[in-house]
């Protein structure tokens, strides 16, 4: 009976943690010094814009509406935020990792982050740095 029990409490944890993505929380100290990765093209200032939009407030903003930049961002990154595209965690993660594929036809050149562990650091940053 016991051995049941067990069971079925390791399944609804399975099945909860499969439909519900755990995102460990990243070290913004750590993500500040894997920004400079991005320092050349963006900026956490506010409204502060360089060859990309500035990163302040990302969180949560619609894709390719910060209004200081709307005239500069490519078709395709507008299209993204016409079409529902918000930048929550997930999606900055998706992006960060292979801008080319989240957003095709964007102006960002970078290539992309390949470690998991960079990415949630820079998000941490970049929410850390908009409070």
Known sequence: ??????????????????TNPVHAAG??????????????????????NKIGPSLHGVV?????????FEAKYSDAMKQAGAGGLVWDEANIAAYMKMPKEKVPGNKMAFAGLKDDTDIANVIAYIEEMSK
Do not use: Y
């Open 27 to 48: 070290d913004a100290a750590a993500g500040k010094k894997v920004f400079t990765k991005c320092m050349a093209c963006h900026d956490m200032a506010v409204d502060k």
């Open 60 to 68: 949560g903003r619609t894709a390719g509406t910060l209004p200081s």
């Open 1 to 18: 009976m016991r051995a049941t029990a067990w069971g079925v409490q390791a399944l609804l944890a399975a099945s909860f943690l499969a």
